[in-house]
C-alpha cells in the first residue's frame, strides 16, 4: 500500500495501537530488566503505532508506586536511558498507539493508570468498542468524569466498578473483567496490571490479536531443547514478532473471549466468555493483508506464506501476460512474488523507496507537491524501458496515489502497466480499531469495477475475491484451530459479526 502522494496526502489504513507486557517469572525482586524488554518489545509493535508510547511497571505490590513514563512519538523517541533506569519493576506492560477516537495529545497516551478501593491499576487497550457512546453515557450518569475522547478510557473507568456478584473475599480482578466482557463483546485487546498479575484478554470475537511468549534464560536461547530451558518471565504482545529482539519464544494465542492471568509462578486461562448467538469468531482479515508484521504468527501461520497465497490466489483469478512483475514496496512483495511463481514471469523491482521521507514531509511549493511519488520513489529505468509491468499492491484505499505512480512508470518508458490488488475493494468503514475512511471516500465507491483501469490510467486493474482471500487464510489452519475460525470481512462487504452503536 503506497502512503505518500503528489498533491494530496494519503495515509491508507491505519492499526490503532500495540499492547505488551512482561512478568518476570521465580523470586522478586528480579534480575530481569523489565523496562528494556517491554521497551524492545514496543519496538517490535511500532509498525502498529507511531503516535505516542507509554510504559508503566511495578514492584508488584498493592502498596507500591507505579513507575510512568509516556510522551508523543516513536518508541525510541519517547525513551532514554535514564527513563528506561528509572521504570525499576518486577513486572510491568506498555502501548504504542494511532489515533482512531480521541485526539492526538498527550492526555491520551497510554496505559492508562487509575486508582480503585483497591489499589492502582494500569491498562492497555487496542481496539474501538462498537458500543463506545452507550457505555460514555452510562459513566457520565454514574457521575463518573472522563479526561480523555478515548474508548479505552472507558475500559478502564469500568474495571474500577465493583462487580454485581460482589466482592465479599477481596478483589475480584475476573468479576469486573467479566463485567467488561459482559457490556461490550468487540473490539479490544487489553492488558491490565494490578499488584503482581497481568491479565490479557480478547474480546469474544477476537478480532484484534493477542498472543503469549516464554521469555528465556540466556542459555536456554541457544538451547533448542524443551526440556532443559529456564524460563525468565512470561510476555504479552499484540504480535509474535516482537518476541526475537528480547530473547522469548512464541507459546500461543490468547484466544477470543479468553482471560489469561500472568504472575510470577507462570500463566492460567481464567475464563472464556461466550459469543452472542454463539456466532462465529471475528479475526480482523486485514492483520493477514496489511497490519500485521509479516514474520508474525496468527492463528499458527505465518503472516508472510498468507501474503505468498493471496498472490497465488490472484494469479489463479486475474492472470496476465506481461515482461516483469513487480510492486510498490514494502507490504506488498511476498504477494507479487508468489504471483510472478504462479505464472513462471521474472519479478523484478521497478522501485527505489526513499525510507527517510516521512509522512509529515513538507513540500514548500506547488512544483514540489506535484512530484510527491518521485521524492519517495525511485524508478529503476532500466527495469522499466520497453516492458510490459505488472504492479501487486495490498490494497487501495482513497486510490490518490495509483495514478501518479501508474505515470511515473509510463514516463519512464513502460509498454504497458496492468495493476493487481492482493484484496478485495475496501468498501465500508471500520467501526473496530482500524481508521478506514468514510464509504464516501473510498474510491471503491465512487468508480465502477470495470472503469478502475481507464481511472487510474493502467491497462487493466484487477482485484482478489473476498472469497480467494478467505480461502488464502483458512488454508494455512490446520486442525483443531478451524473449529474456532472465522474473519471479520466488514470492510469488504458490509456485513458486521455485531450491531453497531454509533
Not at 502498596?63 to 532514554?80: H, I, T
Not at 493477542?210 to 538451547?223: E, T
Not at 480461502?471 to 473449529?483: H, M, N, P, T, W
Amino acid at each position: 500500500m503506497v502512503d505518500c502522494v503528489g498533491c494530496q496526502e494519503d495515509v491508507g489504513l491505519r492499526e490503532a495501537c500495540g499492547v505488551f507486557g512482561c512478568v518476570a517469572q521465580g523470586e522478586w525482586p528480579t534480575q530481569l530488566d523489565i523496562a528494556h524488554t517491554i521497551y524492545l518489545g514496543l519496538v517490535g509493535l511500532q509498525h502498529r503505532g507511531q503516535e505516542s508510547a507509554g510504559i508503566v511497571t511495578s514492584m508488584g505490590t498493592n502498596d507500591c508506586r507505579y513507575q510512568v513514563k509516556k510522551g508523543m512519538g516513536l518508541v525510541s523517541n519517547v525513551f532514554s536511558e535514564e527513563d528506561l533506569h528509572k521504570l525499576k519493576g518486577n513486572i510491568g506492560i506498555g502501548h504504542t498507539r494511532y489515533s482512531t477516537q480521541g485526539d492526538s495529545d498527550t492526555i491520551n497516551v497510554q496505559p492508562f493508570v487509575v486508582e480503585t478501593i483497591h489499589g492502582l491499576i494500569a491498562v492497555a487497550h487496542n481496539g474501538e468498542l462498537v458500543n463506545a457512546k452507550k457505555l460514555k453515557q452510562k459513566l457520565l450518569k454514574h457521575g463518573v468524569g472522563l479526561s480523555t475522547g478515548t474508548d479505552s478510557e472507558l475500559i478502564t473507568q469500568l474495571l474500577t466498578h465493583t462487580p454485581e456478584c460482589g466482592e465479599p473475599h477481596g478483589a475480584n480482578w475476573i468479576g469486573r473483567i467479566k463485567r467488561i466482557m459482559n457490556e461490550t463483546v468487540i473490539s479490544y485487546s487489553l492488558v491490565i496490571m494490578h499488584d503482581d498479575k497481568i491479565y490479557a484478554l480478547r474480546d469474544p470475537f477476537g478480532n484484534r490479536p493477542l498472543c503469549l511468549g516464554k521469555l528465556l534464560s540466556v542459555g536456554s536461547i541457544k538451547d533448542n531443547s524443551v526440556k532443559d530451558q529456564v524460563v525468565d518471565g512470561w510476555v504479552v504482545s499484540s504480535e509474535s514478532c516482537s518476541f526475537n529482539s528480547i530473547g522469548a519464544k512464541y507459546y500461543r494465542e490468547v484466544l477470543p473471549g479468553e482471560v489469561v492471568e500472568l504472575s510470577k509462578t507462570g500463566i492460567k486461562s481464567v475464563y472464556i466468555a461466550p459469543r452472542p448467538n454463539n456466532k462465529p469468531p471475528a479475526t480482523c482479515i486485514f492483520e493477514y493483508v496489511y497490519f500485521a508484521r509479516p514474520d508474525s504468527i496468527m492463528e499458527g501461520q505465518m503472516v508472510y506464506s498468507v501474503r505468498q497465497r493471496c498472490g497465488r490466489q490472484l494469479a489463479k483469478e486475474a492472470p496476465v501476460d506481461v515482461d516483469l512483475v513487480s510492486t510498490v514496496p514494502d507490504s506488498a512483495t511476498p504477494a507479487a512474488l508468489a504471483y510472478a511463481a504462479q505464472l513462471g514471469i521474472p519479478y523484478g523491482e521497478v522501485f527505489c523507496k526513499n525510507r527517510y521521507v516521512g509522512r509529515t514531509f513538507i513540500q514548500p511549493n506547488m512544483r514540489l507537491r506535484k512530484m510527491g511519488v518521485t521524492k519517495k520513489f525511485g524508478p529503476l529505468s532500466e527495469n522499466i524501458r520497453g516492458r510490459r509491468i505488472v504492479l501487486v499492491d495490498d490494497s487501495i484505499v482513497r486510490g490518490v496515489t495509483m495514478t501518479p505512480i501508474v505515470n511515473l512508470l509510463r514516463a519512464e518508458g513502460a509498454k504497458e502497466v496492468h495493476i493487481r490488488i492482493a484484496s478485495p475493494p475496501i468498501k465500508y468503514p471500520c467501526y473496530m480499531g482500524i481508521n478506514i475512511p468514510t464509504r464516501k471516500e473510498l474510491v471503491a465507491n465512487n468508480i465502477q469495477q470495470d472503469k478502475f483501469a481507464e481511472y487510474f490510467g493502467a491497462d487493466s486493474l484487477h482485484y482478489l475475491t473476498v472469497e480467494g482471500l478467505q480461502q488464502a487464510v483458512v488454508e494455512g489452519i490446520k486442525g483443531d484451530g478451524l473449529e474456532n475460525t472465522g474473519h471479520c470481512v466488514a470492510c469488504l462487504t458490509g456485513n458486521y459479526p455485531t450491531d453497531l452503536d454509533w
